[in-house]
T-cell receptor, first 111, second 113 residues
Framework: GIQVEQSPPDLILQEGANSTLRCNFS?????LQWFHQNPWGQLINLFY???GTKQNGRLSATTVATERYSLLYISSSQTTDSGVYFC?????????????FGTGTLLAVQP | DTEVTQTPKHLVMGMTNKKSLKCEQH?????MYWYKQKAKKPPELMFV???????INESVPSRFSPECPNSSLLNLHLHALQPEDSALYLC????????????FGNGTRLTVT
């Protein structure tokens, strides 16, 4: 099956800093989403982005499907950004809703 | 507030018990999902229902039995579980089709004793 690797696995930031999280996938995809899991376990959908670039406030994401990676940018980080960030993908040619999660990036933003 | 509601929030059950997890959404979504998440691991897909029919079963043991009574409800029936089945069980829903962001509930934290 498709492999989804995220980097870095762990990241510590000071409040106000910027960061880039990366998601690499081993095969073509027809669905890619970014999620934030807060310390209480709730998963929030950040972006649906199988290709191109999107922005939502301090967050933006870019997927380069031909090179099999996606990037999540967090600017001016806040302590509420802490948690685990996952990308999830569905393999091209398979079911678009068979979303497989990556390994995750654990982010800690310190005041 | 999440638009996908899961009950109960916490569940402790013995290995001989039968229990059910429930999930409800009123967003008109026609795809519903069960994921299992162990501590410090990513969610793992278990089942997908599309238009109330089981479309994906990721080789889940038969002690987990999903049910989709209607387009708004999804159940997961549990029987004869093992301690290693202890995990956070997450329900999600999406519109059926390509442009389909996944919306998750808050999960049920299950402990099998």
């Amino acid at each position: 099956g498709i492999q989804v690797e995220q980097s870095p696995p762990d990241l510590i930031l000071q409040e106000g800093a910027n960061s880039t999280l990366r998601c690499n996938f081993s095969d073509s995809v027809n669905n890619l989403q970014w999620f934030h899991q807060n310390p209480w376990g709730q998963l929030i959908n950040l972006f649906y982005i199988p290709s191109g670039t999107k922005q939502n406030g301090r967050l933006s994401a870019t997927t380069v499907a031909t090179e099999r990676y996606s990037l999540l940018y967090i600017s001016s980080s806040q302590t509420t950004d802490s948690g685990v960030y996952f990308c999830a993908v569905a393999n091209y040619g398979g079911a678009t809703n068979k979303l497989i999660f990556g390994t995750g990036t654990l982010l800690a933003v310190q005041p | 507030d999440t638009e996908v509601t899961q009950t109960p929030k916490h569940l402790v059950m013995g290995m001989t018990n039968k229990k059910s997890l429930k999930c409800e959404q009123h967003m008109g979504h026609r795809a519903m999902y069960w994921y299992k998440q162990k501590a410090k691991k990513p969610p793992e897909l278990m089942f997908v229902y599309s238009y109330e029919k089981l479309s994906i079963n990721e080789s889940v043991p038969s002690r987990f039995s999903p049910e989709c009574p209607n387009s708004s409800l999804l159940n997961l029936h549990l029987h004869a579980l093992q301690p290693e089945d202890s995990a956070l069980y997450l329900c999600a829903s999406s519109q059926q089709g390509r442009v389909s962001p996944l919306h998750f509930g808050n999960g049920t934290r299950l402990t099998v004793t």
